[in-house]
Each structure stands twice: as C-alpha cells, then as structure tokens.
C-alpha cells in the first residue's frame, strides 16, 4: 500500500471529500437561485417597457385609426434596435410589422409569453423573445415583442460563474482533506507504533497526547488510562503468584511433614488418626487460602461477579454487627451501631458483606484488649457508624485497640502482611486486602485512621442514587434501638 | 435418616467411588454415573431421593442436565457440585434448578448433611407444618412461641430462626455453613466461629435448665437436634 493509496482510504480524507461535495451541491443551488430571480426581474423590466409601448400605440389608433397606426409601427421598425411589431386583422392576416413567422395560437391568447421568431428581412437563426398580445377595437390584434438577448448573456454570465466556483471549490476541498487527512495519519500512525511496541511486551509505553486535547487526545488518554489498569492487573497478577507460591508453599510443607512423620515414626491406630485430622485441617487452612486469594484476585480484576444489585449498607452493617455480637459480647466489647439510612450503593451484597464482616472480625481481633490505650478507662467500643457523604456512603469501624503506626497503614492493605503483635493470632492476614478490593471493585477506597486510641478504618463506596431527603425520624428510632 | 436412593453425577471415577463408599457407610444406597447423558437417563427413569450432579460433565453438562430434568417435570432434588465457587456461580446454578450448591473441595460431612438435608424436603408442595415438635420442645411459627414443658422460653429474632431450621432438620446433622447460608443468607466464611458462639446461646436457652439436652455438637461436622441427645 503506498502513501497516497493510504491518504485516500483515510476516513479524515472521505470526510472532507465528502464535504466538499456538499459544499458544490450548496453553492450551484444559491448560483441557480439568484440566476432564476434575476431572469425573472428582466423578464419584468421588458414586460413593462413592452405595456408602456403598447399604450402608445393603442393611443395612436384612438385618435388617429387604422392608417396612422399603421404609418406609426413602419416608422418604428425601421428604427435601430427595434422591438417586434405585428399588426393583424380579425383573422390573423398581417397589416404591418417585422415580424414573419410566428405560431398562430400566440396570437388568440392575449398577455405576455416567450416565443421563438424570426426577423422578416434576412430570416436567420431562430431567436428568443417575450411578446406580448394586445386585443384593439374592431377585433384587431397588436404583437409587441422584445429580444431576450439580455436574458441569454445573464444565463451564459451565471453558468461561468458557477463552472469557476466548482472548479475552485474543488481544489480548495482536495487541498484540505489531503491536509487533514495527512496530518490526521501522521498521528494515528504515531500511535499504532507506539501500540505495537507495547505489544511487543514494553508495558510502560504510552500513546504520544499531543497536548491540543482534540478527539485523538481524548481517544489516546483513554486508552493510556486502560494501559495503566492493565499495568496494575498484571503486576497484582504477579504479586498474586509470588505471594502464593510463597504463602502456600509454607503450608503445605507443614502438610507433607505431618503425613511424612506419620508414615516414617508409624505408631498405633491412634497417633495416625491424629495425623490424619491434622493433615485434613491443614488442608482446609489451605483452602480458605486460596479461596480468599482467588476473590482478591478476581475482585481487583472486577471480575464477573453477576449483575449488580441494590445493596442497602446500613442494613448489611446492621446484619453484620448482629451476626457479631456475641463475640464480642464474649470479649467483652460493646459492638455499637450508628447508621443514618437509606444508604444504598450498587454492587454485590455477598461481597460488600464480607468486606464489612472482615472489618468487624479484625477490629474484634485485635481492637478489643484495649491494650495500647494510653486512657485506661476508655471503654473498649467497637463502633460501626454508616452514614451518607455527598455521593458516596461512608462506613467507618472504629475501635479503640492498640491502632497500626501511620507508616504501616498503606502496608496492611496488601496481601499477607500481618503486622508484629499479630501473627501469633488465627488469621491469613487477607481480610484487609480483601475488604479493599472489594471497595475498589465497586469504586471505592479503604482508608486507615488513627481513632486516638486506636484504629478507624472508612470503607468508602459510590451512593447508587442522587443524594436524598435528610433522615426521616424512623432511622432515629432504628439508631436507639442499635446502639446497645 | 437412612437409606436413602442416591445419584452420583460425576467424570471423575475416583471421585464417585469414593463418595458411593462414604454413602453407602453412611447407610444409603448410591448409584454412580460418570458422564452427562448416561446420568440424565438414570435421574429420569429411578425414583432417587437425590441427585448429586457436578457442574462440568462430558456429553451434557450439569446445568443443562438440571434444565432439562425440570423441563421433564422431574423434581429430584439435585444439589450441583462444582470446582467453580464464584458469587455468581452460585446463583447460575440455583437459577438453572439446582436445589443446593456446594464448591470443590468439600468435606464428606458437610456433602452428607447437606444431601440428607434435600432429600427430606421430597413431598414438594406439602403444606409446611405450623408447629414443630422436638421430644418436649415446641415451635409455633405463627405465634413465634417457643416452649419446652409449657415453660415459655424467651428468644431473639435471629435465635429464633436458628432453632427453626435446626428443628426443620430434626435428628440430622446440620453444618455451620448451612445455618449462615439457612439463616443469615450469607455464603462466606466468617473466619471466627461466630456460629458456635450463637449456637451456645441458643443452647443456653433450651437446654440449660433441663435435665436432657436437646442439641448437640457433632465433632467435625456441625450440631443436631433430636430426642434424647447427649
């Protein structure tokens, strides 16, 4: 394919062709137009001149009859640049004039009509002219005509005109689409090499933006803002490999150890079944492993989680905090919930309960010693407040155990990481990852604050509606009623 | 709860034999298919209690299996096994006319209790009972009453929900998942023992101050409650 068949088949060069097009139908229409109306005012001019002729003929007749009528149109045609004149008795014979030949019907309708004639001397080429009929006493009949001659040369003056202006309509339309057209391919061809070269494996590339914020622009952000998602997924996916071969293979080396031992050591029926048990609970740590891996995963990829429904956050906190509560009665914290409904967001219920019980489990987990607490007297609450902010619903758990230091917050929303003080405590260290992909996924964010003491972690998440009337009283009762 | 007519859908040989062993030592009666159509035609011509079907088969897969026992008016309970244990997953397959869905792995007692759990729910379109009866326990569910020798006992919502299904299921084996699945109507691992610690509540209410406990803890498995349970 060469250069120029690549400018042709270029959308930006059909574009303006296609104009251009247009552009030339547009202006033969306004040429057409004013030709029309300017024959039609001629037409009148002559039309007048001709009524004015006629009247001073007719006047001729009427004061001096037939001969000085006659003696008058002889004198006229002999004049240069004389008009038609025809004069003819009731049927149809001529009496005086120039004219020869002339159809015979033009003379029984009286008013004015274009006609072809011939001069009565010479003959000659046909000519066009307007004539108009007069209907004098005694059933006499007066022809003046004029020569449209004009009318020809304005025609021929239009028809130049509009010939020049498609001419240069054309070259000015082609200059311009192969304008456009080049400059519109220089930088789609900028862009598929860069395209390819991130194909061809350098993620970090990006479409070159030209800075004029045009269509091209808008398209290569775009698509910049898919590159960086992509980015982001594979490095996750990565991370995801390395952190499963790192945290499953602890694991299951501490499987294949019991069941090595048992076999290597032997022992009664008992000592086995022991091992057995053994070797099925770690295979089921395992599990919960990997399936919590695999949510994360399939969560940041915002995978296909079925169609989204309308999840209220304030009755999910609700269902969560009771489900909750007698552990934490066990452990001895009052859970508390504060939530100023409806607090409605678009997403999956089973998800976004999770994430919320994940929150709930860790606070329990880890807020509820009230150790670390400077005030000794601080009750250890755990609160669960719900409320809505603007267009999102914010959800904050907030409780008043020893807190994460701000240099560890970002930290502990990555996989895995259980910080000091916590690894000797049940857990995968995934429930915040967790709890912040499905924030992300539904396009929201997981934020860690200091409650002074302790730990407010806000899970913010985009309301499904545009923000509603202030909280009815009912939601008050419902907040007394929860807030144990 | 015996001897009930069990299918095993399922291409993975290994698989259903093993679980047509741990059945039948479980005292049922179980058949194995291991491919899609051959499993069809026997869910349509035995009368099983129920099918175990899984999701991906050769020749016709589990959902479409599923759809088309239904579409034959056959109504065996199925409950549909899968290595796909996605939210929506799960969804599809109850949509499809799954009665149960369970993701692989599983543990036997959980698939036991579960399977147990669909076959007696048969008698589709019988009238609910109104009023359950376990030795000297009464539910009303309309009255929302709870007594035990005509001593009312004072129950939570929630609390209230737990004994009712634990009552539906009396004298079967009842897992921790199917209680948050039965009566939080959540699929997720809660990662405490958050059941446990509701169950003992309960238990507190009933039990407590009677000389014979009525539920039990079955180890590895989950809890039951039936006469005389120690």
Excluded: C
């Amino acid at each position: 394919m060469t250069a120029l068949g690549k400018l042709f088949r270029a959308t930006a060069f059909r574009l303006a062709l296609a104009i251009l097009l247009l552009s030339a139908v547009g202006a033969g229409i306004v040429l057409t137009v004013i030709a029309w109306e300017v024959v039609s005012v001629v037409d009148r001019e002559i039309s007048q001149t001709i009524d004015a002729e006629a009247k001073g003929l007719m006047d001729a007749f009427n004061t001096g009859g037939l001969d000085t009528l006659r003696a008058l149109i002889e004198a006229r045609k002999r004049e240069p640049n004389a008009s038609l004149y025809l004069l003819t008795n009731p049927i149809g014979e001529p009496l005086a004039g120039n004219v020869q030949q002339i159809p015979a019907e033009v003379l029984s309708h009286p008013g004015f009509l274009p006609i072809e004639y011939r001069a009565n001397e010479r003959g000659g080429r046909s000519r066009q002219a307007l004539v108009g009929v007069y209907v004098l006493p005694y059933g006499l009949r007066l022809l003046i005509g004029h020569d449209l001659g004009d009318r020809g040369r304005i025609g021929a003056v239009m028809t130049r005109a509009l010939a020049l202006s498609l001419i240069f309509f054309a070259v000015l339309g082609a200059l311009g689409a192969l304008f456009v057209a080049r400059r519109v391919l220089q930088r789609i061809d900028d862009i598929n090499t860069s395209a390819h070269g991130i194909m061809a494996g350098d993620l970090t590339r990006r479409l070159p933006v030209s800075g004029s914020g045009d269509e091209l622009d808008r398209l290569a952000e775009g698509l910049n803002e898919m590159l960086g998602r992509i980015a982001e997924l594979m490095e996750g996916l990565r991370e995801v490999s390395d952190n499963i071969a790192h945290d499953l293979r602890t694991p299951l080396t501490r499987l294949r150890n019991h069941a090595e031992a048992a076999l290597a050591f032997g022992g009664d029926a008992a000592s086995y079944r022991l091992a057995l048990e053994k070797t099925i609970e770690e295979s089921d740590a395992l599990i919960k492993i990997f399936n919590a891996l695999l949510l994360i995963a399939r969560a940041e990829a915002g995978g296909d989680v079925g169609p989204p429904q309308l999840v209220d956050v304030g009755e999910a906190a609700r269902s969560v905090a009771e489900l909750y509560e007698p552990i934490a009665e066990e452990e001895g914290v009052a859970l508390i919930v504060r939530v100023q409904g409806p607090l409605t967001v678009r997403g999956n219920r089973e998800l976004i309960g999770q994430a919320i019980a994940n929150l709930v489990d860790n606070s329990l987990k880890y807020g509820a010693s009230n150790r670390g607490s400077a005030d000794a007297e601080a009750k250890p609450d755990v609160v669960i407040a719900a409320e809505r902010i603007g267009g999102s619903i914010v959800l904050t758990i907030a409780d008043r155990g020893p807190g994460i230091a701000p240099a560890d917050r970002a930290r502990v929303l990555d996989r895995f990481v259980r910080l000091e003080g916590s690894r000797s405590r049940p857990g995968s260290g995934l429930g915040l990852s967790l709890a912040a992909a499905v924030a992300r996924m539904h396009g929201g964010s997981v934020e860690l604050e200091d409650n002074e003491p302790g730990l407010r972690v806000r899970l913010t998440l985009p309301a499904a509606d545009p923000p509603a009337l202030p909280a009815a009283p009912a939601d008050l009762v419902m907040n007394d009623r929860n807030a144990r | 709860m015996s001897d009930m007519r069990i299918l095993i859908i399922e291409d993975d040989r290994d698989t259903a034999a093993y679980l047509a062993k741990a059945f039948r030592e479980a005292g049922h009666v179980a058949d194995q298919a291991n491919d899609g159509l051959t499993g069809y035609d026997l869910a349509l011509e035995g009368a099983y209690d129920v099918a175990i079907v899984d999701r991906m088969l050769p020749k016709m897969d589990g959902l479409t299996l599923v759809g088309s026992l239904r579409s034959q008016n056959n109504e065996t309970p199925v409950l549909i096994l899968s290595a796909l244990g996605q939210v929506d997953d799960r969804v599809k397959g109850l949509r499809a006319g799954g009665d149960d869905y369970l993701s692989k792995p599983y543990a036997f007692s959980e698939l036991l209790a579960r399977v147990e759990a669909l076959a007696r729910r048969r008698p589709k379109g019988a009238p609910e009972e109104t009023v359950l009866r376990v030795a000297d326990l009464t539910l009303d569910r309309l009255s929302h009453k709870v007594t035990r020798r005509a001593e009312e006992i004072v129950l939570q919502p929630r609390e209230f929900r737990l004994l009712e299904y634990l009552m539906q299921n009396a004298g079967k084996v009842v897992t921790r998942t199917m209680l948050l699945e039965h009566v939080w109507d959540y699929h997720f691992d809660p990662q405490t023992n958050v059941i446990d610690v509701h169950v003992s509540r309960l238990r507190a209410k009933i039990d407590r101050d009677f000389d014979a406990p009525l539920l039990s803890t079955v180890r590895g498995a989950g809890y039951m409650i039936r006469d005389g349970a120690r």
